[in-house]
């Protein structure tokens, strides 16, 4: 696709239960990052994929949270046993291999997740 | 860890009237990038400064990197309605992984 595509673009879920969020990153793009932004707060980091290399996991805030990125493509945010502060927007970014000139990040336009 | 400061945190201001937000990390930065958002929106990449005490100008942006490489300025002049936004930078470390440090953004209202 042209740009990063997340999926859904909101979730409303019951405390306690697992979702699961998606993220296509633009085609070729070998870095890819997710970042949770809460109602008029900066963008908190959770985790980094490079290519092959083991992911940056630094930023999950509890082992609530995994990530997968499959076949080096699309990546999957779970969140299980979900929380009410868990409530936030998702942002997923995606960028080209790490180079001082071309390390542009692009961004989805993100998931609205609310726990009721 | 690190961290990445954004001053200040928020600004308005008379539409004409000039705008700037700093941005101080903990840690030497290998380079630097400055983003957008629009309320409602996603971050928008705006530039990227890579050499000590460079500075680069889009129109009325005008971007600055430290001489240190821990700090930089984003610096608009006579702000327009459209500049409305929260404006972020992102470094990314020395060494290590690669991962973009976002600052805490500054959230600029402009007053027509």
């Known amino acids: 696709g042209a740009g990063v595509s997340q999926s859904p673009s909101n979730k409303v879920t019951e405390k306690g239960k697992d979702v699961e969020l998606r993220c296509d990153p633009i085609?070729?793009?070998?870095?890819l990052y997710w970042y949770r932004q809460s109602l008029g707060q900066g963008l908190e980091f959770l985790i980094y994929?490079?290519?092959?290399?083991?992911?940056?996991k630094s930023g999950l805030p509890s082992d609530r949270f995994s990530a997968e990125r499959t076949g080096g493509s699309v990546s999957t945010l779970t969140i299980q046993r979900t929380q009410q502060e868990d409530s936030a927007v998702y942002l997923c970014?995606?960028?080209?291999?790490?180079?001082?000139?071309?390390?542009?990040?692009?961004f989805g336009q993100g998931t609205r997740l609310t726990v009721v | 860890g690190q961290q990445v400061m954004q001053i200040p945190q928020y600004q308005h201001v008379q539409e004409g009237e000039d705008f700037t937000t700093y941005c101080n990390s903990s840690?030497?930065?290998?380079?630097i990038q400055w983003y957008k958002q629009r309320p409602g929106g996603h971050p928008v990449f705006l530039i990227q400064?890579?050499?000590?005490?460079e500075v680069k100008k889009q129109k009325r942006l005008t971007f600055q990197f430290g001489e240190a490489k821990k700090n930089s300025s984003l610096h608009i002049t006579a702000t327009q309605t459209t500049d409305v936004g929260t404006y972020f930078c992102?470094?990314?470390?020395?060494?290590?992984?690669?991962?973009?440090?976002f600052g805490t953004g500054t959230r600029l209202k402009v007053l027509a």
């Open positions: 970014a995606s960028s080209l291999l790490f180079s001082p000139q071309n390390t542009e990040a692009f």
């Open positions: 085609s070729g793009h070998t870095a």
């Open positions: 994929f490079q290519g092959n290399s083991a992911p940056d």
């Open positions: 840690t030497t930065l290998s380079n």
């Open positions: 400064l890579v050499k000590s005490g």
């Open positions: 992102a470094g990314h470390r020395t060494s290590g992984t690669y991962k973009y440090i």
